[in-house]
C-alpha cells in the first residue's frame, strides 16, 4: 500500500458514521449487508448512509455488487489488511513484539 492510499483510507474512516458503516461490514463478513439492512442497523436515512457508503468506496475499503433487484455491500478485507500492514509495517523496529500490551513493547 502506498501512503496516499493510507491516507485516503484512514481519511475515509476519521468520521464516526463511516467507520460504523465499515465495522457493520466487518461483522458481517463476505455475505456483506443491503443498504436498506445497514439503514435499520444504524438508524440512518438513506441519502446520508448513500453518501457515506460512496466514501468508503472512493477509498476502496468497500466493494458494491448487484445481485438481482438489490445493492450488496462488503468490507474490502484486502484493503484493510495492507492498510493495517502499512501502519505496522516497521513497528517495533522489525522485531517481533512479544505482547499485545503496547506500553511493554519498545514501539
Given at each position: 500500500m502506498q501512503e496516499a492510499d493510507a491516507v485516503r483510507s484512514l481519511a475515509a474512516l476519521a468520521q464516526a458514521l463511516r467507520l460504523?458503516?465499515?465495522?457493520a461490514l466487518v461483522v458481517a463478513g463476505p455475505d456483506g449487508l443491503t443498504p436498506g439492512t445497514l439503514a435499520e442497523e444504524l438508524a440512518?436515512?438513506?441519502?446520508t448512509l448513500s453518501f457515506h457508503l460512496k466514501?468508503?468506496?472512493?477509498?476502496?475499503?468497500?466493494?458494491q455488487e448487484r445481485q438481482g433487484r438489490n445493492l450488496v455491500y462488503?468490507?474490502?478485507f484486502t484493503t484493510m489488511?495492507?492498510?493495517l500492514g502499512y501502519l505496522t509495517e516497521n513497528c517495533c523496529e522489525g522485531a517481533t513484539c512479544a505482547t499485545?500490551?503496547?506500553a511493554a513493547c519498545r514501539c
Open positions: 460504523r458503516l465499515f465495522r440512518v436515512a438513506g441519502n466514501e468508503l468506496m472512493h477509498a476502496g475499503l468497500v466493494t462488503r468490507a474490502s489488511n495492507e492498510l499485545t500490551d503496547a
